[in-house]
């Protein structure tokens, strides 16, 4: 037997087994994470370079690198097994990366995919549970938002099927909101209101350019039972809102100022990411979705690191 034919077998083992487990978690996607950089900049600096506070993030990036790990892989699972991703990838083999779906490639079996993440689920729910134990705060309402996080996470697409029910969207930007929002929690034990307002902007960035994976995967979902905006109104009605929903983030960004959560030059400092939603959008109204979602997600991190540069000014002004 090649070598090759070896890292395609689901039951090989070695490096081939390492890759396909990586895919499987989609380490590549790293666009939840980079809330705690914005976390970071948003704490005091007597705080944000206390080395408790580096080894708590750093406990908190592995509990969620973890958690979705599970996340991901039960719903490449239930892909796998309801036809969905055969047909959202193996369409578009090319742009869209087959190998990423590890299942539908032939690189892991099922039953190997499932112990992976059910080890994941285990372990991301303990790791969780360290990081509230090391925590120098503990707010009520912050170990729940914790739990209910990995919870519905689990679930988005095995248990509850959180994401086959008509929840997908506000999942995504619930996940975002509450990995912003429970980390500075956990850390000064409270949330301003210029806090929300980032944690909410972090928080749509996935949930934007998820709104165009959507559409590309529309027929494949709605044919596999998947209830999404994308599969319940047309495709000319998804587009308005798809453009409502990139609206709402900029009316939030320029909005802030006016309601007093946010410095007056806030809205100012964030205008490159204005011009990035609408190209996106026109891209998208244009037909080439996967190039409008390139842009999406290239806008989520430039909005990290616009956040990261606001709070750092903002902190430095103080």
């Not at 892991?108 to 990081?131: C, I, K, M, P, Q």
């Not at 909410?200 to 709104?211: E, I, K, N, Y």
């Amino acid at each position: 037997m090649s070598e090759q034919t070896a890292l395609r077998r689901p039951g090989a083992t070695g490096r081939g087994d390492l890759a396909a487990y990586a895919r499987l978690a989609k380490l590549d996607i790293y666009d939840y994470y980079l809330g705690l950089l914005v976390v970071w900049a948003l704490l005091a600096p007597a705080v944000r370079w206390k080395p408790q506070t580096f080894g708590l993030l750093a406990l908190i990036l592995l509990a969620e690198l973890v958690v979705v790990a599970a996340m991901v892989g039960f719903d490449d699972v239930t892909g796998y097994r309801d036809g969905s991703d055969a047909a959202n990838y193996g369409s578009d083999a090319a742009r869209r990366r087959l190998a990423r779906k590890p299942l539908v490639a032939g690189t892991l079996s099922e039953a190997r995919a499932l112990r992976f993440s059910w080890a994941a689920t285990a372990a991301g729910s303990l790791l969780w549970a360290a990081v509230v134990a090391a925590a120098p705060h503990r707010p009520v309402w912050a170990v729940v938002a914790a739990a209910v996080c990995v919870a519905a996470s689990v679930q988005y697409s095995w248990g509850l099927k959180i994401s086959y029910r008509g929840f997908q969207e506000l999942f995504l930007i619930g996940l975002g909101v509450g990995w912003t929002l429970v980390p500075y929690a956990l850390l000064t034990g409270g949330a301003s209101g210029f806090v929300i307002v980032q944690a909410v902007l972090f928080g749509s960035g996935p949930m934007l350019f998820g709104l165009y994976s959507n559409t590309n995967d529309a027929a494949g979902d709605r044919a596999a039972g998947r209830i999404t905006v994308a599969t319940l109104v047309s495709a000319r009605a998804h587009r308005v809102f798809v453009a409502a929903m990139t609206a709402a983030q900029v009316v939030l960004v320029a909005g802030a100022p006016v309601a007093g959560a946010a410095p007056w030059w806030f809205a100012v400092a964030m205008l490159p990411l204005a011009g990035m939603r609408l190209a996106h959008l026109v891209i998208g109204f244009r037909g080439d979705i996967l190039r409008a979602r390139r842009i999406a997600i290239h806008a989520h991190r430039v909005t990290v690191v616009l956040l990261v540069a606001v709070d750092l000014t903002a902190g430095a002004l103080i």
